[in-house]
């Protein structure tokens, strides 16, 4: 049984391993882990609970060489067994401070879903860079709905770089900015 504090400590670990990989090993990724890294999506939180968003898996290699033309022909991107766009349903709704829900609400997911996936020992890039109408028509993504983002995993042997950060002194301060 975990006791709270062993959850927190866990999941620092697996923040800190995560990094963004650029090149992917010829290994496939089993149903079940793919369908835990979906579990970790859909139990994102999002704001009013709409969970304005779709996860649409593509596996099939003839279509992420597809995608992979549309993220402008990067090699790492066919490597990767799993590609899931993380897309909206709903890009109208204005939190109560006046911003766009959904690409926080997006954010919360594909962050759950990476962070899954590190955990069962897969490497996750997150990908913006492509052709949005692209993914739109490859996917039959709705008219009017996002592709926010694209989660690029699968097994990888790259070593992390370690994480150039901003030191704590400059990102937080305390009761005033
Ligand atoms: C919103 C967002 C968009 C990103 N887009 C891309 C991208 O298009 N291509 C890419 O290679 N990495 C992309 N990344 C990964 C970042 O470049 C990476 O997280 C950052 O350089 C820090 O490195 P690390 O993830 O290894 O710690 C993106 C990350 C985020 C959060």
Redesign the pocket.
């Known amino acids: 049984m975990y006791t709270s504090y062993k959850v927190m400590k866990d999941i620092l670990a697996v923040i800190r391993s995560?990094?963004?990989p650029?090149s992917f090993l010829d290994r496939e990724v089993a149903d079940d882990v793919v369908d835990r890294i979906l579990e970790a999506g859909r139990l994102a939180p999002s704001a009013k609970n709409r969970q304005p968003w779709r996860f649409v898996v593509v596996r099939d290699l003839a279509k992420r060489q597809l995608i992979s033309q549309a993220a402008y022909n990067e090699p790492w991107i066919v490597q990767a067994p799993v590609h899931v766009a993380v897309c909206s349903t709903n890009i109208d709704y204005k939190m109560p401070n006046g911003q766009t829900a959904y690409p926080i609400d997006l954010s919360f997911a594909a962050a759950f879903m990476a962070l899954q996936a590190v955990d069962e020992g897969l490497a996750c890039?997150?990908?913006?860079?492509f052709d949005e109408n692209e993914i739109r028509d490859l996917l039959t993504v709705p008219y009017g709905m996002r592709v926010v983002?694209l989660l690029i995993l699968g097994h990888s042997d790259e070593k992390?770089?370690g994480?150039e950060r901003l030191a704590k002194s400059r990102i937080v301060s305390f009761e005033h900015w």
């Open positions: 995560r990094f963004s650029h890039c997150i990908n913006t860079t983002l992390p770089t994480h």
